[in-house]
């Protein structure tokens, strides 16, 4: 049996006392939402913090506002509420099927938005329990300062592999930061970066409090993701898109997202911006798939034969274009990603 290192534990019951004990404790201090993700890390030893300061007392944070304007999603809103959500299926549909698509219905009873958006990065030689990464000498991401995938590189490639910040972006949503001393607001654009330790663009004495969403009206988004289990499984390719369209169909503005196959998720921009302008129809949708597989560099850190995935890439990009112009894709879906989308 893996058991929990030893830990101080936490409980304040609001952002301001959690952001003090933040700012007191630094770095070695970690905010604990869910817990599904940190504490089976922490039993293998990959994170092991000396504090644990859980979230789970503070109501601002479970706190979901619309109105005509837009929305805003506290940080412990749970996976099943949003997937559950009937608010967040138009417009925001990426969104709802991102959340419903992680892992099993008991994880995502516990499971965060603000928790996923804050996922560590992944990788076949760093998700192992402490034994097995030690037999190999550890590696740059934890204990070691190799990297198996790339050897020669001073870079760890870990993997993105959360499912909702795909979606997110598609939908253009910012996150609000909360320390001490102040706070700030990050489009998630600008959140993440290419590098599989220091993925995030958070400082350890700031709380994400919040996910901030404009008004969908007038657009569409879908979310497709390729897992080996339909059940429940991570991404190792995802795709996120959103259109606005015209009342006469032509694409007055778009967002294309792929997601699982960097350290973070990547924003198609060339392949969304040749939609612009355009109709969805077979050439712009292809023309567009083609850009926007070209970015997606896959290695070979997680399930599946990386090649194969770039060229799903394409195929994804495609479905979920169809999907927006209003073809029933429902069979391809099934058949492609071995999950159903009821939203
Ligand atoms: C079997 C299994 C399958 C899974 N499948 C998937 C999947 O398909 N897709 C997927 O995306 N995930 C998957 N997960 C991972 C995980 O369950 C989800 O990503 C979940 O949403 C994490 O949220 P949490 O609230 O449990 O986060 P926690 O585990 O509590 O925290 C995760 C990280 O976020 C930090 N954090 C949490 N909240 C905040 C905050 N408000 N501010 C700052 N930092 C914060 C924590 O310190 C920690 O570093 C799976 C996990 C398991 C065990
Ligand atoms: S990409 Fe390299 S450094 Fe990063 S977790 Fe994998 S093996 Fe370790």
């Given at each position: 049996?893996?058991?929990?290192?030893?830990?101080?534990?936490?409980?304040?019951?609001?952002?301001?006392?959690?952001?003090?004990?933040?700012?007191?404790?630094?770095p070695?201090?970690?905010?604990?939402?869910?817990?599904?993700?940190?504490?089976?890390?922490?039993?293998?030893?990959?994170?092991?913090?000396?504090?644990?300061?859980?979230?789970?007392?503070?109501?601002?944070?479970?706190?979901?506002?619309?109105?005509?304007?837009?929305?805003?999603?506290?940080?412990?809103?749970?996976?099943?509420?949003?997937?559950?959500?009937?608010?967040?299926?138009?417009?925001?549909?990426?969104?709802?099927?991102?959340?419903?698509?992680?892992?099993?219905?008991?994880?995502?009873?516990?499971?965060?938005?603000g928790?996923n958006l804050c996922l560590d990065t992944r990788c076949?030689?760093y998700?192992?329990?402490?034994?097995?990464?030690?037999?190999?000498?550890?590696?740059l991401k934890k204990?070691?300062?190799?990297c198996?995938v790339a050897?020669?590189s001073a870079k760890c490639m870990a993997v993105s592999s959360t499912?909702t910040a795909p979606?997110l972006l598609?939908?253009?949503a910012r996150v609000?930061l909360?320390?001490?001393?102040?706070?700030r607001e990050v489009p998630l654009s600008e959140f993440y970066q290419n590098d599989g330790i220091h993925y995030i663009k958070r400082q350890p004495s700031e709380?994400l409090?919040?996910v901030?969403?404009?008004?969908?009206?007038?657009?569409?988004?879908?979310?497709?993701?390729?897992?080996?289990?339909?059940?429940?499984?991570?991404?190792?390719?995802?795709?996120?898109?959103?259109?606005?369209?015209?009342?006469?169909?032509?694409?007055?503005?778009?967002?294309?997202v792929v997601g699982s196959v960097a350290c973070l998720p990547l924003l198609a921009g060339?392949?969304?911006?040749?939609?612009?302008?355009?109709?969805?129809?077979?050439?712009?949708?292809?023309?567009?798939?083609?850009?926007?597989?070209?970015i997606a560099k896959p290695l070979?850190n997680?399930?599946?034969?990386?090649?194969?995935?770039?060229?799903?890439?394409?195929?994804?990009?495609?479905?979920?274009?169809?999907?927006?112009?209003?073809?029933?894709?429902?069979?391809?879906?099934?058949?492609?990603?071995?999950?159903?989308?009821?939203?």
């Open positions: 049996m893996m058991r929990l290192p030893l830990f101080e534990f936490r409980a304040p019951g609001t952002v301001a006392e959690a952001v003090r004990i933040l700012d007191g404790e630094g070695k201090a970690m905010p604990l939402a869910g817990g599904t993700d940190l504490l089976p890390n922490m039993k293998r030893r990959q994170q092991v913090p000396k504090t644990l300061m859980s979230l789970g007392h503070i109501e601002e944070l479970q706190r979901v506002e619309s109105s005509d304007s837009g929305s805003r999603l506290g940080a412990c809103v749970t996976l099943s509420q949003i997937a559950a959500e009937p608010r967040f299926r138009k417009g925001l549909t990426a969104l709802a099927q991102a959340a419903s698509f992680v892992a099993t219905p008991q994880i995502r009873n516990m499971a965060t938005l928790g076949n030689y998700d192992q329990n402490y034994e097995w990464r030690k037999s190999i000498g550890f590696c204990d070691g300062d190799i198996w050897p020669g499912d979606a598609a939908l253009g609000r909360v320390s001490r001393t102040g706070e709380l409090t919040d901030l969403l404009d008004s969908s009206e007038g657009w569409r988004s879908t979310y497709w993701k390729l897992r080996r289990r339909g059940s429940f499984d991570f991404p190792v390719l995802s795709v996120a898109a959103a259109v606005l369209l015209s009342s006469k169909g032509i694409v007055v503005e778009a967002r294309i060339e392949a969304a911006r040749s939609l612009g302008g355009r109709p969805l129809d077979e050439e712009s949708i292809a023309q567009a798939a083609t850009l926007a597989a070209r070979d997680t399930d599946f034969d990386m090649t194969w995935r770039k060229r799903v890439t394409a195929e994804f990009v495609t479905c979920a274009l169809r999907e927006l112009r209003g073809d029933d894709m429902r069979g391809e879906r099934l058949l492609l990603t071995r999950h159903s989308s009821s939203l």
